[in-house]
């Protein structure tokens, strides 16, 4: 069993998008998806590893046509088990970097919304999103998530004062970039990292935007906010997430991107 099956084997995802501090980044996502899915008739979606059907059975029981793809066997058991039959829903086994059951060109968007947080090498980085354009209309969007550098040097490293360990461990560039493998379980990259790949590809960049923001600095104090105080931390994310200025402190980012050519 690998590393990123035993963690998900035992994490609760669900319950970490379910939690206050969880919502800021499943909300600002749903947000984007339902503007890139506004205006488009009939669209098909795709999920390239959709863990346990957060997002993919979602959309499916608001009537959109979904395609979920997942690695792990355990996260696909549960997104099997929230589905009744009448959800417009096809769940396969599958890997990011190998989508070859699936056809060039058919989706209307295509969500990449983990996997970039398990691939350590540059090669397979660009070999999954190279899949996700594949697959992807051209005019269609593709959203893919990233896991952010700096806000883990800044509450890992330093926060928690992990710094003579990772150090010993030559887990940091001499610029602060974070080493990661497998039994790290996170890749780590910044902004200028994404850029560079999505120039690789036959895509134009709609947004960059910023998942979770502070969120993730803030989460004792997120989770006890009541009701009226959080929708005013909402209102506030909501209006600086697409600052670009402040994009690389996020812990997640998503990146939007549109598939050149005509729809």
Request: proline share 3%.
């Amino acid at each position: 069993m690998s590393y990123l099956e035993k963690y998900y084997n035992a994490y609760d995802e669900e319950g970490r998008l379910l939690s206050r501090h969880g919502q800021v980044e499943y909300r600002t996502t749903m947000k984007y998806i339902r503007d890139g899915l506004a205006g488009m008739e009939q669209p098909q979606i795709l999920e390239i590893g959709a863990g346990t059907g957060r997002y993919s059975v979602t959309l499916a029981r608001e009537g959109f046509a979904v395609t979920a793809v997942e690695l792990i066997a355990h996260n696909l058991e549960l997104l099997r088990a929230k589905l009744n039959g009448t959800e417009p829903l096809t769940a396969l086994q599958g890997n990011a970097l190998d989508l070859s059951m699936l056809p060039d060109d058919a989706f209307d968007m295509t969500l990449l919304l983990g996997p970039m947080y398990h691939l350590y090498r540059a090669e397979d980085q660009r070999q999954a999103l190279r899949e996700a354009v594949r697959v992807t209309k051209p005019g269609g969007l593709i959203l893919v998530a990233y896991c952010m550098n700096e806000p883990t040097v800044l509450q890992y490293v330093f926060a928690q004062n992990h710094l003579r360990e990772v150090q010993a461990n030559r887990m940091l560039t001499a610029d602060w970039h974070c080493l990661s493998e497998e039994k790290d379980l996170f890749q780590l990259i910044r902004t200028e990292e994404i850029a560079a790949l999505d120039a690789l590809f036959d895509v134009e960049r709609v947004k960059l935007v910023a998942a979770d923001g502070a969120t993730n600095y803030f989460r004792p104090m997120v989770d006890a906010m009541d009701d009226e105080t959080f929708a005013q931390w909402m209102a506030y994310h909501f209006a600086i997430c697409e600052r670009q200025d402040l994009i690389g402190a996020s812990h997640h980012t998503l990146d939007i991107l549109r598939k050149r050519g005509e729809r």
